[in-house]
């Protein structure tokens, strides 16, 4: 790990011949699909060659890439997941199209009026509210990045939530429950 934290190519073809098969077996677990195991397993490795300096920091490397490879493959489930609700729900908005370029051009600004609202955050809530929808953070751990109480980064999520779904509903022309869904799917 370490020479592979240096540059080391060599160090990192080992690491990587040395935990493909099973990364793909593990992940095949759950997709049941090959092509996508194999696609997941090769973004780990991408990701590990990207971020090869943190390797200094790990103590066990099976863990580590195992634990990359769940989150990734969690990712991808999320993003499945959101993609599905929100084709279902965006149904009644395009009864009148057919075709699936509609559903992406809704979905694409669905997903541009979420991130335009926020970015209208004030910093420090728009921090809170990227850490805990993005990185996954929980409240104890916000806190300390940020040397906050947890009281605090309630409360500054709490108006960053209220914020967004309001956002959603005034300038999206949907209703509430597809507003609370956009913000949900954000979440996700």
């Given amino acids: 790990m370490d020479r592979c934290a240096n540059g080391d190519r060599q160090a990192y073809a080992q690491l990587y011949t040395g935990y493909l098969s099973p990364l793909i077996k593990y992940i095949f ?6 092509e996508l195991s194999e696609e997941i397993v090769q973004d780990v490795f991408v990701k590990i060659w990207e971020k ?10 099976q863990p580590y890439i195992f634990k990359s490879a769940k989150n990734l493959l969690l ?19 395009s009864e ?7 559903d992406e051009l809704i979905y694409g600004q669905y997903y541009q009026l979420a991130l335009d609202a926020i970015n209208l955050l004030p910093e420090k809530r728009k921090q809170v509210f990227e850490l805990k929808t993005r990185e996954e953070l ?12 947890k009281s605090v980064v309630k409360k500054q999520l709490y108006a960053a ?20 869904f956009m913000f949900l799917f954000f979440l996700i």
């Fill in 29 to 34: 677990l759950f997709t049941r699909s090959r």
């Fill in 52 to 61: 090869k300096e943190q390797l200094l920091t790990v103590q066990s490397f």
């Fill in 75 to 93: 990712d991808y489930m999320r993003r499945e997941q959101s993609q599905s609700r929100f084709l279902t729900l965006s149904g009644p908005f």
């Fill in 96 to 102: 009148a199209c057919d075709e699936q370029a509609d």
């Fill in 138 to 149: 929980s409240l104890d751990e916000i806190a300390d990045r940020l040397g906050i109480s």
């Fill in 161 to 180: 939530t209220g914020f967004v779904k309001d956002y959603l509903r005034r300038h999206g022309e949907i209703t509430a429950d597809i507003a609370i």
